[in-house]
C-alpha cells in the first residue's frame, strides 16, 4: 500500500494518508485513511476515488492473478536454474576428480614401466 499525504485530516487531528485498496470489490480504488489505519487508527476512511464499474472489479483482480501466478512460475524458474547450476557444477567436479585419478593412474602406470625397464636393464635382458 501507498502511503501518500491526503488533503483530509483524520479524526485524531493529524493528515490522513491516501492509500490503495487491493481487495476483490474495490481493487486499485484509492482511499484516505488514518495513519494507524493497519494498527486501528482512529477509524477514520474515506474513498478518494469513485466506485469503479462492474466490468472494471471484474477484470482487474483477474489481471492481478494472472500477474502473481506468472510472478510465482518466474521464481520457480528462477530455483530450478539454481538447482540446475548446482548439478552442473557437482558434475564438473566430479568430471575433474575423474580427470586426476585417471592422470594419476597413467602415471603410475608410467612410473612402473620406467621402473621395470629400469630393472631390466640391470638385469641385462634388454
Not at 21 to 31: A, C, D, K, L
Not at 35 to 60: K, L, Q, T
Not at 64 to 85: A, D, H, P, T, V
Amino acid at each position: 500500500m501507498s502511503t501518500i499525504v491526503g488533503r483530509v485530516d483524520c479524526y485524531c487531528g493529524r493528515r490522513a494518508v491516501v492509500r490503495t485498496s487491493w481487495t476483490e470489490v474495490n481493487p486499485g480504488r484509492r482511499f484516505n485513511a488514518c495513519r494507524d489505519y493497519n494498527r486501528g487508527g482512529c477509524g477514520f476512511f474515506d474513498w478518494e476515488d469513485p466506485p469503479m464499474c462492474r466490468r472494471a472489479r471484474a477484470i482487474i483482480p483477474r489481471l492481478l492473478r494472472k500477474k502473481n501466478e506468472m510472478e510465482q512460475e518466474i521464481m520457480k524458474l528462477k530455483c530450478s536454474k539454481k538447482k540446475l547450476w548446482k548439478v552442473i557444477l557437482l558434475l564438473f567436479g566430479v568430471w575433474l576428480i575423474c580427470i586426476w585419478v585417471s592422470v594419476g593412474c597413467c602415471l603410475k602406470k608410467q612410473e612402473d614401466c620406467s621402473r621395470l625397464l629400469k630393472m631390466k636393464m640391470i638385469a641385462g635382458h634388454v
